[in-house]
């Protein structure tokens, strides 16, 4: 599919509904624009939540740890 795009005074680019129903691309998906020899390559660009830790959460995972810490040796030796 090809299309001719527009560039508005902000840089701003839309795409065609039509382009962007057979990408699959929704409302405030991210793109990479990577320069080719070809001329200008949009992909979709992968995203993947980031989760920040509190100190009390931090802390509830060294205690879990701890517990494995001394569950697992017992685990091996009934092999």
Do not use: W
């Not at 200008?40 to 100190?55: D, G, I, Q, S």
């Amino acid at each position: 599919m090809q299309a001719t795009l527009t560039i508005n005074s902000r840089g701003v680019v839309t795409l065609p509904a039509k382009l962007r129903q057979a990408m699959g691309l929704k409302a405030d998906d991210q793109l990479i624009a990577e320069t080719t020899p070809q001329g200008l390559l949009l992909r979709p660009a992968v995203t993947l939540p980031l989760e920040l830790y509190t100190p009390e959460r931090v802390q509830e995972f060294d205690q879990a740890e701890a517990e494995l810490a001394t569950v697992l040796p017992k685990l091996k030796t009934r092999r």
